[in-house]
């Protein structure tokens, strides 16, 4: 089932802007992945932050970790056009190397 | 090196007709699932398989059976489709033991009429 609950649910800012997105979840995890899937597409993996991490970078890419609220928050800055696209968060609370998904946040880079 | 593929990418159904949505992957890894997405919805775990020979039911298994083939290859088969079954099926290997971090293939997005 599903246990991450992302919000915003759709997010329409202008190019340049930043955007943030949230995630929580219910049970202890190991690490929390962020998805981006383009219209259309397959998933792809962004990044990913263990449970002893509180912060991680990449590109524009900003991920934190509060495992003590059990959330996490993706920022995107300097949004571009082409980070139109929907972003999941995942866990690995399930077995057997499952991942527990969120029901994704949608976002739209106005030009 | 093509990663996950998967066939068809699209198709029409009418219902109570069966095929067989199939998926291969290149990256010798063990673990590999399926999928469906409907329209504004997360990612929903019909079937997976941890490695050859065996199989799990996921979250939604109803209607739905699978067969791991071999290592490479993981077939979904819908026996009598119905409109319910209307989705997006995604087809994933695993790509890290240590981070559960998963690979996609493209989709084949299903329509049961």
């Known amino acids: 089932s599903q246990q991450g609950e992302e919000d915003p649910q759709a997010l329409s800012i202008q190019e340049g802007e930043n955007a943030t997105m949230n995630c929580s979840y219910k049970?202890?995890?190991?690490?929390l992945q962020w998805y981006r899937q383009n219209s259309g597409r397959g998933l792809v993996h962004l990044i990913l932050?263990?449970?002893n991490e509180r912060e991680k970078h990449s590109g524009r890419l900003r991920v934190t970790l509060d495992t003590s609220k059990k959330s996490s928050s993706l920022l995107i800055t300097a949004s571009r056009a082409a980070d139109t696209a929907s972003y999941f968060c995942?866990?690995?609370?399930?077995?057997?190397?499952?991942?527990?998904w969120g029901a994704g946040t949608k976002l739209i880079i106005k030009p | 090196n093509a990663g996950v593929t998967q066939t068809p990418k699209f198709q029409v159904l009418k219902t109570g007709q069966s095929m067989t949505l199939q998926c291969a992957q290149d990256?010798?890894?063990?673990?590999m699932y399926w999928y469906r997405q409907d329209p504004g919805m997360g990612l929903r775990l019909i079937y997976y398989?941890?490695?050859?020979?065996?199989?799990d039911k996921g979250e939604v298994p109803n209607g739905y059976n699978v067969s791991r083939l071999n290592k490479r290859e993981f077939s979904l088969r819908l026996e009598s489709a119905a409109p319910s079954q209307t989705s997006v099926y995604f087809c994933?290997?695993?790509?890290?033991?240590?981070?559960?971090?998963?690979?996609f293939g493209p989709g084949t997005r299903l329509t049961v009429t």
């Open positions: 994933a290997t695993l790509r890290g033991l240590a981070t559960y971090e998963q690979y």
């Open positions: 990256m010798n890894h063990n673990s």
């Open positions: 398989s941890a490695s050859e020979g065996t199989t």
């Open positions: 049970t202890s995890i190991n690490n």
């Open positions: 932050i263990r449970s």
């Open positions: 995942a866990t690995d609370a399930g077995s057997n190397y499952q991942l527990i």
